[in-house]
Each structure stands twice: as structure tokens, then as C-alpha cells.
């Protein structure tokens, strides 16, 4: 099991950026598939982005061109970089791991999740 502790949620306004950063811990990270996921409120919680140990990544449509998914795996720690960011960016993110790429990309089902972090983006 890989512990997740998601930070750098905050309070922005329509067209900033912000940095979220995902710390992991316990099991190997490096060869984990690591993710970001997002849940607004009255929704279900969507993809977002993923990124494999090889470095490839994956991208919601919607995200696609704004938001840029990096690990560090010297440092345990994976981010998201989100600039332009829109009012409907505006959910709790949460980080996930997997050893499994398809997993983290095409499911909910990943192994381990952090407690997620507040993002809100006014207009």
C-alpha cells in the first residue's frame, strides 16, 4: 500500500494557475502508475490526468493543453500544474496510485488515494 497526502488546494480566481502536489509514501513509488482524479460537488469523481513510471501521460479532454501531470520519483511526489484554470475546474482532487497504468486511466479502482485536496476557482 502506497500513503498518498495530497496539498497546494487554495482559493483562485478564473485564469489563474495553482500546483498540486501528491507526496507518497510506504511501497515502492517509482514503478506505480500515479493519477489525478476530481470530484465537484453533486458529481462523481472523474479522471483528470495519469502518468506512468515510463513518464507517458494521459489527459482529460477538458484539461487537455491547461494541465500538465510530473513525478518526481527521487522526491516520492507527483504534481499537477494547472494554469488557466475555469470555475468548473472547481472540485476536491485527489491523487491515486496503481501498479496498473489502465487501471488508474479507465477505472475508480486504484489501489491507494490520498484524502484530497479543496480546489475552488472563482469568476
Known amino acids: 500500500q502506497v500513503q498518498l497526502v495530497e496539498s497546494g488546494g487554495g482559493l483562485v480566481q478564473a485564469g489563474d494557475s495553482l500546483r498540486l502536489s501528491c507526496a507518497a509514501s510506504g511501497r515502492t513509488f517509482s514503478s506505480d502508475a500515479m493519477g489525478w482524479f476530481r470530484q465537484a460537488p453533486g458529481k462523481e469523481r472523474e479522471f483528470v490526468a495519469t502518468?506512468?513510471?515510463?513518464?507517458?501521460?494521459y489527459y482529460t479532454d477538458s484539461v487537455k493543453g491547461r494541465f500538465t501531470i510530473s513525478r518526481d520519483n527521487a522526491k516520492n511526489t507527483v504534481y499537477l500544474q494547472m494554469n488557466s484554470l475555469k470555475p468548473e475546474d472547481t472540485a476536491v482532487y485527489y491523487c491515486?496510485?496503481?501498479?496498473?497504468?489502465?487501471?488508474?486511466?479507465?477505472?475508480?479502482?486504484?489501489?491507494?488515494w490520498g484524502q484530497g485536496t479543496q480546489v475552488t476557482v472563482s469568476s
Open positions: 502518468i506512468a513510471w515510463s513518464g507517458t501521460t
Open positions: 491515486a496510485a496503481d501498479p496498473s497504468l489502465w487501471v488508474v486511466r479507465n477505472s475508480q479502482a486504484a489501489r491507494s
